[in-house]
């Protein structure tokens, strides 16, 4: 048996994302909104009560609606991503550095407006970390380097190069 007396649910979906434009109201409705926010609004709540049975939205206690991520979240992102590829390459004696143009275009590459941050991770899988992986088992790094993550930016390519 599972208790959630004292337990906060957060469910998130994209549905609704093509009312909404970039930069518009975030979280909450406010009363600055403008009229395309508001319009906006309704037209996710109209989507939400066609989507889904009235009986589940009684039991949902908050509605938030969010603007799409900017291209400055979705880089901060990125780093946040990259942290968690640093710490499991320092485990093997390795260090990696990711190159602001490596850094942009992952962010860009990484992004769609209607999935939001979430092709990022499988963007990162394909383009750094699966390479990087081959290269490491290849014997192209060994433990105390520094590896470069950049883009070749004619190829439109991640590459990776001793410091």
């Not at 994302?17 to 975030?26: A, H, I, M, Y």
């Not at 406010?30 to 309704?42: C, N, S, Y």
């Not at 990711?98 to 939001?116: K, P, V």
């Not at 950049?150 to 991640?158: F, H, Q, S």
């Amino acid at each position: 048996v599972v208790d959630f007396r004292n337990t906060v649910l957060i469910m998130t979906s994209n549905l609704g994302t093509e009312f909404v434009k970039q930069g518009g109201t975030l979280g909450f409705l406010k009363k600055e909104a403008t009229d395309e926010d508001r319009q906006a609004h309704e037209k996710i709540e109209k989507a939400l009560k066609s989507t889904f049975r009235p009986e589940f939205l009684n039991r949902v206690d908050e509605v938030i609606m969010f603007s799409p991520l900017t291209k400055e979240q979705m880089m901060e992102i990125v780093d946040l991503q990259m942290k968690d590829v640093r710490v499991r390459l320092e485990e093997h004696g390795l260090k990696v550095e990711l190159t602001q143009t490596a850094r942009e275009w992952l962010a860009t590459e990484g992004y769609d407006a209607s999935f939001g941050a979430r092709p990022l991770k499988r963007a990162l899988q394909k383009y750094v970390e699966s390479p990087l992986s081959v290269s490491l088992l290849s014997g192209e790094f060994v433990t105390g380097d520094t590896v470069i993550v950049d883009l070749d930016e004619e190829k439109k390519e991640i590459n990776f190069k001793k410091k």
